[in-house]
């Protein structure tokens, strides 16, 4: 191959290379970060000076019980409210709206063991911030 092929076709692969690059660099970073310890996950969907939105789900096991949120000033949600439900595997499976309070969050998944009687198979923590 003649020099000069040899320009044109290192030119044409850069070009091609830079292409790629620019187009991959110009797709956006997924948004959602998924915090995972054990078999409990939470995602924090919505951030805003009115609340946090979180989502909680056991990952490979289906359980009956509930969901348990602490947040960073102590304050504890749990969902369902007041019960215990069939929380399947591998889905959002309870959603916490919480007033905004930046800081650490825990997220802990309790079993019904019997009345007044949950055992806890997994927590996580996770930070979330508002961004000021």
Not at 16 to 44: F, M
Not at 51 to 59: K, L
Not at 102 to 121: E, L, Q
């Amino acid at each position: 191959m003649s020099f000069g092929r040899r320009v044109t076709t290192i030119a044409a692969s850069s070009v091609v290379s830079l292409g790629i690059l620019i187009a991959v660099d110009a797709v956006p970073a997924s948004a959602t970060t998924y915090y995972c310890s054990g078999d409990v996950c939470a995602d924090v969907v919505s951030v805003a000076s009115a609340g946090f939105g979180i989502d909680a789900w056991a990952y490979t096991t289906t359980f009956f019980g509930h969901f348990e949120l602490i947040s960073p000033n102590g304050t504890v949600y749990n969902e369902p409210v007041n019960a215990d439900v069939t929380n399947p595997a591998g889905g959002t499976s309870q959603h916490f709206q919480v007033p905004q309070v930046d800081g650490g969050y825990t997220v802990i998944a309790w079993k019904w063991v019997s009345a007044g009687n949950n055992k806890n198979i997994g927590e996580v923590g996770f930070s979330v911030h508002l961004g000021r």
